[in-house]
């Protein structure tokens, strides 16, 4: 009885660290190994690390992609096949390649045909199409590699299974979005069911940038029966047999890792996108302004849970609006978190401000210009404390906020990452409450009710004026996120919108909000993306734009 045993490494790369993406599939080989393995596979472009983006346009790091392979292909010279993905060039054509690297070179080469062009990806922009390969010859089988996206298709897995394969390997780069799993489940069943064929679907797993790629590789037999599952967001390698039997080859029943459900993911998300920011771009603590409000709460809890308690400096920046209730609050989470707490009170600066514009100002009203000042000191301070220690400032801004621009440029937004950029507000206090319910090996903050209760029910307050209400300035957020969601992540017309009950001049006001911040938006830190329309390379508007819906410029007179 013929038997091929192939090794999955599911496995973080890091952009541009090509010797050390190397390193990585190194260990995975001598895993393979020892395991007896007659191949092992790495994801898509793991050893140039993705989303490259421009970076692959660079001829000289593409010849180093190249150069770093063959010392690879020399270092797994004796022993088991090595699949791995990189950018290649052909004469003047870039290509996103799959090679196969056995007896120390290059045994197969395997090109992309389907370019992903939507979303977050420009695969167009940066690399030509490839023909459609036929299956390698590897061991006792034939093998089918479609990449990626040419797995989402069925042409190229009905040429491969036509031509003679007898197993199909997808590597991937798929970033996670709320629902991806299922979208990908149903896609390869399709290509299981069409070509007879059984299916591997591999996945890389870490954060880049905005994108979390979640892992949770897996292996269809035919007819689509799930056998293997691998986890989400973890590095993991599994040791896969294939059995050719009457009918063909199938796989033999391996680990079945728990999926969670979509809060958790998300919340997993968050934390392993700002670890992996963090550890891919060198800083090893943060700080942020914990105000004693939900969102700094939940960014506090985040962060202590990705890089632990120990290395997050919260501050308080009070000034004469800032609340009883909420200097204890914010005591309350850095203490229940076991995070240091500083205080900064900004009443000084910000009367040496005043006093300074005070000859400009004379004759004005009181406006939002004063109340802005208070925040962009705290920004100022913020900086200031990041630049003297180190520690990367994390903005704490939710999607609501963000997209109808509550918040203040060159203040609460200045910082290098924001975890919760992507989170709309009644998913803040959803997600509160569950890690105060939840707790898992990967955090590295305390178990138990971490964000106090009040935190998480009093009314929300950017607290720059006395008495001083979000719901002030914004529709109540249950009304604000539903119209964000259908202008935002649906595209929905103002009909549409109208149709669920909305108030005209509700929707009148968001829209314009949200096209009139497309400037801030464009200055902000970048964040967890958690949906396929998240604020950069998701939805992509013009900074300047006079567009409004027709129906919302109507007179309902």
């Not at 809890?301 to 200097?327: F, K, Q, W």
């Not at 090996?441 to 001083?468: F, N, T």
């Not at 919108?497 to 509700?506: T, V």
């Amino acid at each position: 009885m013929n038997r091929f045993r192939l090794t999955l490494a599911q496995l973080n790369p890091t952009v541009g660290d090509l010797r050390g993406n190397a390193a990585k599939a190194k260990a995975a080989w001598e895993q393979a190994k020892a395991a007896g393995a007659d191949m092992v596979a790495l994801p898509e472009m793991f050893l140039a690390g993705y989303q490259a983006q421009d970076l692959v346009m660079k001829p000289a790091f593409v010849i180093d992609c190249q150069v770093v392979l063959e010392e690879l292909a020399a270092a797994c010279a004796d022993g088991p096949a090595l699949g791995i993905g990189l950018p290649w060039f052909e004469g003047a054509e870039l290509f996103n390649v799959y090679v196969v690297l056995k007896g120390g070179k290059v045994a197969a080469q395997i090109v992309k045909h389907h370019l992903p062009n939507f979303n977050v990806f420009d695969e167009e922009r940066y690399f030509s199409s490839g023909d459609v390969n036929g299956p390698i010859g590897l061991g006792p089988l034939r093998l089918g590699i479609p990449i990626c996206e040419d797995a989402w298709h069925p042409d190229v897995c009905e040429t491969l299974a036509e031509t003679g394969a007898e197993l199909l390997l997808v590597p991937n780069g798929s970033p996670y979005f709320r629902g991806k799993r299922e979208m990908r489940l149903t896609h390869m069943v399709s290509r299981v069911v069409e070509t007879g064929l059984p299916l591997v679907y591999l996945n890389m797993v870490g954060g880049q940038d905005d994108q979390v790629f979640d892992g949770g590789s897996f292996v269809l037999n035919p007819h689509g029966q799930l056998v293997v599952q691998m986890p989400v967001f973890e590095e993991a390698i599994a040791h896969v047999d294939f059995v050719e039997g009457g009918d063909g080859w199938e796989a033999e029943a391996g680990e079945m890792a728990h999926l969670p459900d979509d809060w958790e993911q998300d919340y997993h998300l968050m934390v392993l996108s700002l670890r992996d920011y963090l550890r891919k771009s060198g800083f090893s603590k943060v700080l942020l302004g914990l105000s004693g409000g939900i969102d700094s709460a939940l960014v506090a809890t985040i962060a202590a849970d990705a890089i632990g308690p120990e290395n997050v400096r919260c501050v308080m920046l009070p000034s004469e609006y800032t609340s009883v209730h909420s200097l204890e609050d914010a005591e309350a989470v850095a203490r229940n978190l076991g995070c240091a707490l500083d205080s900064v009170p900004i009443a000084g600066p910000r009367a040496a401000v005043t006093e300074a514009l005070a000859p400009l100002f004379e004759g004005t009203t009181p406006d939002t210009t004063e109340e802005n000042i208070q925040s962009r000191l705290r920004g100022l301070m913020l900086m200031a404390l990041s630049n003297k220690f180190g520690e990367m400032l994390l903005t704490t801004g939710n999607k609501s906020e963000v997209a109808v621009g509550y918040a203040t440029i060159y203040g609460d937004m200045a910082g290098g990452y924001n975890p919760i950029k992507d989170l709309y507000k009644m998913r803040v206090f959803e997600t509160c409450r569950w890690r105060n319910a939840n707790h898992r090996d990967w955090m590295l903050a305390p178990s138990g009710e971490v964000i106090p209760p009040r935190v998480i029910d009093k009314p929300p307050s950017a607290e720059l004026r006395e008495d001083q209400k979000d719901e002030d300035s914004l529709p109540p957020y249950p009304v604000l996120d539903r119209i964000l969601e259908m202008l935002v992540d649906e595209e929905a017309s103002f009909e549409e919108i109208l149709a669920e009950g909305f108030a005209i001049e509700d929707v009148r006001r968001v829209e314009h909000l949200l096209y009139l911040s497309e400037y801030k938006r464009f200055q902000s830190a970048p964040g967890a993306r958690l949906t396929r329309s998240a604020f950069w390379l998701d939805r992509r508007y013009p900074i300047v734009n006079r567009w409004r819906d027709p129906i919302g410029r109507r007179n309902t007179e």
